[in-house]
């Protein structure tokens, strides 16, 4: 199923950016749909963003409202943050899935088919 390894995750006070990073290995890269999910305590996880193999199309959140971007190249996906609010805080992990993206819409349906996940990793906003 492959190896996907997120980094650049930390501490960053509201109103700050991250960059988080996932290295896919293993995996027809080009032939996934990959995606990033946030899971704050004590929840399940969300759908953030997803971006075809092609680049495009992606999709996002509507509680990120156009402070994120995902981004992707040949070996790794990239999801940049900015104008992070504490309710930004949680753990990041990187997922694939076979196939097209599905339009994230906040149900838990954004999560079916993605077969292949990173570790994650955490990140801290506060106010």
């Known amino acids: 199923q492959g190896q996907l390894v997120e980094s650049g995750g930390g501490s960053v006070q509201a109103g700050g950016s991250l960059r988080l990073s996932c290295e896919v290995s293993?995996?027809?890269?080009?032939?996934?749909?990959m995606g990033w999910f946030r899971q704050a305590s004590g929840e399940e996880s969300e759908s953030v963003a997803n971006?075809?193999?092609?680049?495009?199309p992606t999709s996002y959140a509507a509680s990120v409202g156009g402070r994120f971007t995902i981004a992707r190249d040949d070996v790794k996906v990239y999801l940049e943050r900015n104008s992070l609010k504490p309710e930004d805080t949680g753990i990041y992990y990187c997922?694939?899935?076979?196939?097209?993206?599905?339009?994230?819409?906040?149900?838990?349906?954004?999560?079916?088919?993605?077969?292949?996940w990173g570790q994650g990793t955490r990140v801290t906003v506060s106010s």
């Open positions: 997922a694939a899935k076979l196939g097209a993206c599905r339009v994230i819409t906040g149900a838990a349906q954004d999560r079916w088919g993605f077969t292949s």
């Open positions: 293993g995996l027809a890269f080009q032939s996934n749909c």
């Open positions: 971006i075809y193999f092609t680049g495009a």
